[in-house]
């Protein structure tokens, strides 16, 4: 997979994408699938062999000649690390091609103290994670940052407006001498939840990921859409309504902070936690069911104009505070996708699967995706 031509990465990462989704093939199955020569397959097959990916699997039926040989995808030939560095939690997981988990190590973040402090704490989760005798078998490190990240300043990210830029993925790589990639947080979960989650065989999707703040990812035609300057996903600063109050951003109202502001403010003397909000809800408390109310339709009025713009066919609402809201969030999504959307399929709403460790997956599956091509995509 060291290849350096192109066109060869691309093809033998098509190659390995069939033998993912299929499981077991014959090169000659391949070769009609992809559209390549036999040969060109033959070889490709080989340095799969070669490189861990693959393994041989014995003999297919013999069609009127020599029985063919079969190879099969071998998800734990190599491995992935994935770095999530949130506001409050980071995480580090060492997973196989499958983005299954094998190792995993967390603390709480530093990622708001200062550059060094990042930078120190993400070698530290890394090493925790890195096994020596399986040091040569690493694909590389994916990173998921609570932060922008910008074409402009080189993939560098800023937690801060006043830090300077921290060019965080050069200095793993080179620490590390393997190939990285870093993304926003809820673009690194969208891609997880894409590739090895609730969106898996989709090839539009939107990704809503509810946790201190919102953010979101959009898969369209199979690829992460990443705007200009790669600043798309900045959802939580969509302008949403709220009874009495002028449109104020989804953060305020969705993420776990806005959600326990709007529910002190209605409880002078306590204080609430997002959690403690939707369990007395589902209990029947009236004030937590007004605010939980409120946040249900401003999150459905938000994620009902994405979709009327990017037209997905599926939406996953994902995070800790998707998780803690449950069917309070989701339904009210669900029940405003299906009255007011006219034109075209109205969407699933479905929650994400990757559970805690969503963004340290998702920050795997951004090396992960440029391993092996979807067959989606093709």
Same mark, same amino acid.
């Given at each position: 997979?060291?290849?350096?031509?192109?066109?060869?990465?691309?093809?033998?990462?098509?190659?390995? =994408?069939?033998?993912?989704?299929?499981?077991?093939?014959?090169?000659?199955?391949?070769? +009609?699938?992809?559209?390549?020569?036999?040969?060109?397959?033959?070889?490709?097959?080989?340095?799969?062999?070669?490189?861990?990916?693959? +393994?041989?699997?014995?003999? =297919? *039926?013999?069609?009127?000649?020599?029985?063919?040989?079969?190879?099969?995808?071998?998800?734990?030939?190599?491995?992935?690390?994935? #770095?999530?560095?949130?506001?409050?939690?980071?995480? /580090?997981?060492?997973?196989?091609?499958?983005?299954?988990?094998?190792?995993?190590?967390?603390?709480?973040?530093?990622?708001?103290? !200062?550059?060094?402090?990042?930078?120190?704490?993400?070698?530290?989760?890394?090493?925790?994670?890195?096994?020596?005798?399986?040091?040569?078998?690493?694909?590389?490190?994916?990173?998921?940052? /609570? /932060?922008?990240?910008?074409?402009?300043?080189?993939? @560098?990210?800023?937690?801060?407006?006043?830090?300077?830029?921290? *060019?965080?993925?050069?200095?793993?790589?080179?620490?590390?001498?393997?190939?990285?990639?870093?993304?926003?947080?809820?673009?690194?979960?969208?891609?997880?939840?894409?590739?090895?989650?609730? %969106?898996?065989?989709?090839?539009?999707?939107?990704?809503?990921?509810?946790?201190?703040?919102? =953010?979101?990812?959009?898969?369209?035609?199979?690829?992460?859409?990443? =705007?200009?300057? %790669?600043?798309?996903?900045?959802?939580?600063?969509?302008?949403?309504?709220?009874?009495?109050?002028?449109?104020?951003?989804?953060?305020?109202?969705?993420?776990?902070?806005?959600?326990?502001?709007?529910?002190?403010?209605?409880? *002078?003397?306590?204080?609430?936690?997002?959690?403690?909000?939707?369990? @007395?809800?589902?209990? !029947?408390?009236?004030?937590?069911?007004?605010?939980?109310?409120?946040?249900?339709?401003?999150?459905?009025?938000? #994620?009902?104009?994405?979709?009327?713009?990017?037209? *997905?066919?599926?939406?996953?609402?994902?995070?800790? #505070?998707?998780?803690?809201?449950?069917?309070?969030?989701?339904?009210?999504?669900?029940?405003?996708?299906?009255?007011?959307?006219?034109? %075209?399929?109205?969407?699933?709403? #479905?929650?994400?699967?990757?559970?805690?460790?969503? !963004?340290?997956?998702?920050?795997?599956?951004?090396?992960?995706?440029?391993?092996?091509?979807?067959?989606?995509?093709?």
């Amino acid at each position: 997979m060291s290849e350096p031509n192109p066109v060869r990465a691309r093809n033998t990462a098509v190659v390995l =994408g069939l033998l993912r989704a299929h499981r077991t093939m014959s090169r000659t199955e391949l070769a +009609r699938r992809c559209g390549l020569s036999l040969p060109t397959v033959m070889e490709i097959v080989e340095q799969l062999l070669a490189d861990g990916y693959v +393994r041989a699997a014995g003999s =297919g *039926p013999a069609t009127g000649g020599r029985p063919s040989r079969l190879y099969e995808f071998d998800p734990s030939g190599r491995f992935a690390i994935g #770095v999530s560095l949130g506001t409050h939690t980071a995480s /580090a997981v060492l997973t196989d091609l499958d983005a299954a988990v094998v190792d995993e190590a967390s603390e709480p973040s530093e990622l708001l103290v !200062g550059p060094d402090a990042t930078v120190a704490q993400t070698r530290r989760l890394i090493d925790r994670v890195l096994p020596a005798p399986r040091r040569d078998r690493i694909q590389g490190i994916g990173l998921g940052v /609570a /932060a922008l990240v910008l074409d402009s300043e080189d993939r @560098a990210l800023r937690p801060h407006a006043d830090w300077p830029a921290v *060019p965080l993925r050069s200095l793993i790589a080179q620490h590390y001498g393997l190939g990285a990639e870093i993304e926003n947080y809820a673009k690194a979960v969208s891609v997880g939840e894409h590739r090895f989650g609730a %969106g898996r065989g989709r090839r539009n999707m939107l990704c809503v990921v509810l946790q201190d703040g919102v =953010g979101a990812g959009l898969i369209s035609d199979g690829e992460l859409y990443r =705007g200009d300057d %790669g600043a798309a996903g900045r959802f939580g600063a969509t302008l949403v309504h709220l009874p009495g109050r002028p449109r104020v951003p989804l953060d305020e109202v969705a993420g776990a902070a806005g959600i326990e502001a709007l529910a002190n403010a209605r409880t *002078p003397g306590r204080k609430w936690r997002a959690a403690e909000v939707f369990a @007395a809800a589902e209990a !029947g408390d009236p004030t937590a069911r007004a605010v939980v109310g409120e946040v249900g339709a401003a999150l459905a009025e938000a #994620v009902y104009n994405a979709v009327v713009l990017a037209a *997905p066919d599926l939406v996953v609402l994902s995070g800790n #505070v998707a998780s803690a809201g449950g069917a309070l969030l989701a339904d009210p999504v669900r029940d405003l996708l299906t009255r007011a959307h006219t034109r %075209g399929r109205t969407p699933s709403v #479905v929650p994400g699967t990757l559970g805690e460790q969503a !963004g340290a997956i998702g920050a795997a599956a951004l090396l992960l995706q440029n391993t092996f091509v979807d067959p989606v995509v093709l």
